[in-house]
């Protein structure tokens, strides 16, 4: 696939993992062999007997591998800086199946950035599926939390997710076409 090219591994300890495509939760125990398939925006795609589950890069220890810091964020930061952020880390959430983020898959249909007197600010996003039944929903939801909860200064974040306007290949970006051919 991508990102690591069937790299071996072995599991240091036990660790969560989540079967591709349906989204069902499982552990995988210390000493599980197989390769990893996919490594991007922090999160692994792992290939274990026939099956493709997803390790969170929370968990990247249990591979062998580095857990991504947290970004940074200017200093006396303003929501727009913190928006500009969030952007980013949502191009580090990608489909486990389809190695393209959600944001060039133009998934996300709304972010706002709101600050409360204090200084902390919540965050509020709309976001769709490429497919209505996918098993990867809300894996996807939860990456995209996890990924914008780390950044200093978020202390309330909400992904919704939603379908309508249903989702079509004309909302990904030039650059996700291209990737996919579909250019």
């Given amino acids: 696939m991508f990102g690591y090219s069937n790299e071996p591994f072995s599991l240091s300890r036990d660790v ?8 069902e939760e499982l552990q995988l ?19 274990v007997e026939g099956n493709l589950f997803r390790i969170a890069g929370s968990d ?26 969030i952007w980013q880390q949502l191009k580090t959430c ?41 098993g990867m ?7 995209a939390q996890e990924k914008i909860a780390v950044i200093p200064t978020v202390a309330d974040v909400r992904v919704e997710l939603v379908f309508d306007p249903p989702w079509n290949q004309s909302m990904m970006s030039d650059e996700a076409r291209l990737q996919t051919g579909l250019m």
């Fill in 94 to 134: 990608f489909d486990p199946e389809i190695p393209i983020n959600v944001v060039d898959l133009g998934l996300i249909y709304r972010l706002d950035v709101s600050s409360s007197t204090d200084g902390q600010r919540s965050v509020s996003i709309d976001m769709t599926l490429t497919a209505p039944g996918c």
């Fill in 137 to 143: 929903g809300e894996i996807l939801v939860q990456d």
């Fill in 16 to 23: 969560r993992a989540v079967v591709i495509p349906a989204g």
């Fill in 60 to 85: 990247a220890d249990a591979l062998g591998k580095e857990p991504v810091p947290p970004p940074a964020i200017p200093e006396n930061a303003t929501d727009k800086d913190i928006e500009d952020v």
């Fill in 29 to 47: 125990r210390a000493g599980t062999s197989g390769f990893i398939t996919q490594a991007l925006g922090g999160s692994f795609t792992v290939y």
